[in-house]
């Protein structure tokens, strides 16, 4: 029996198994997902093959990336059959083919810039590429508190932000993506918020109460909707406190929240989420959702064992 979450025109069934790995294979965790113009899906998770390829129905097409990651963080569709993914635990941002050769890598793998420096990269989480020009955004991250802007063939433009609480300033900035408008919408992760730019880095907005804003995603050739992950608090006497997370959450542009999906308390049902960490949408509106469960808790369990960490949620109707 199918499980099904939301309300209205957003209403979802969850398919937690839709993803037909090989026997013996695992994700261990998923911690980002992104989808191309003909639906395939690009999962880069923690397990021993960081980036598997699956076509709409959950059929497993190519897998690569064995050994070329510290730590895989984010993944973003780039252009011309590419994909820009990320390595926190490497300081690098790197772009490859669909089909794993490198193209290009932004910092020096392995060599991180100085803690709070503002220099490119310690411990980078997630680019965001503007269509219209081809320039990019990364978020940067777990070691520092800055958003660097670069051309597209990776010359480095400038920085903003710094560590905080104010109007411009992050508490782990986690995930970036840009609208339509060219706004550069940042999980101010910590911070329990999202920040709105221009593409100069002049603050715009502030969108208050989303707990704990991971993986950030917008979509929708009409309306432009925001998805937004949200983390389950961290603790183990709040974890299972209700209407704090995880879940994810639907804005419009102005910052209405449309739809919130999953029970509010961190569980293994197909309706609840643990960790929600990264997300895409395809063409007809499903949802896909990568969560870094392992680190969130499996690790943690004893004995360690791996939890749900990728499920497709379908739209209904």
């Known amino acids: 029996m199918s499980i099904r979450m939301g309300s209205g025109r957003f209403t979802y069934e969850a398919q937690a198994g839709w993803a037909k ?15 191309d113009a003909q639906d395939r899906v690009y999962v880069f998770t923690r397990g021993e093959h960081p980036l598997l390829i699956f076509d709409r129905e959950g059929n497993l097409l190519a897998s690569w990336g064995e050994g070329l990651f510290k730590r895989p963080h984010g993944i973003t569709m780039g252009p011309k059959e590419t994909l820009y993914l990320i390595d926190d635990g490497g300081h690098a941002v790197y772009q490859f083919t669909l089909g794993g050769k ?32 081809g320039e990019l955004y990364i978020s940067d991250g777990y070691g520092n508190a800055r958003v660097h802007k670069y051309t597209s063939d990776g010359k480095y433009l400038f920085s903003w932000g710094e560590c905080g609480t104010d109007p411009g300033q992050f508490n782990l900035v986690h995930s970036v993506v840009l ?23 002049k603050f715009l907005a502030i ?29 183990p006497f709040s974890q299972n406190y209700p209407n704090v997370g ?31 960490h990264g997300l895409a949408v395809n063409s007809r509106g499903d949802i896909y959702i990568g969560e870094v469960s392992w680190t ?17 949620l379908v739209k209904v109707g």
């Open 102 to 133: 490198l193209l290009m890598t932004l910092g020096t793998p392995g060599k991180g810039a100085g803690f709070m420096s503002g220099q490119p990269f310690n411990q980078p989480t997630k680019v965001a590429r503007d269509p219209k020009t």
């Open 246 to 276: 995880g879940r994810i959450s639907i804005y419009d542009l102005k910052g209405n929240r449309l739809a919130r999906l999953g029970d509010i308390r961190a569980g293994e049902e197909p309706h609840q989420f643990l960790a929600p």
């Open 179 to 201: 609208d339509r408008a060219g706004r550069v919408f940042v999980a101010d992760r910590e911070n329990h918020r999202i920040q709105i730019f221009d593409s100069q880095g």
């Open 296 to 312: 969130f808790r499996g690790k943690n369990l004893s004995p360690p064992r791996e939890l749900p960490s990728f499920r497709k």
């Open 207 to 235: 969108w208050n109460n989303v707990h704990r804003p991971c993986g950030l995603h917008i979509a929708g050739e009409g309306e432009e909707l925001v998805y937004v992950g949200e983390l389950a608090p961290p603790f």
């Open 21 to 35: 790995l090989p026997k013996g294979w695992s994700f261990l965790e998923v911690v980002d997902v992104a989808v």
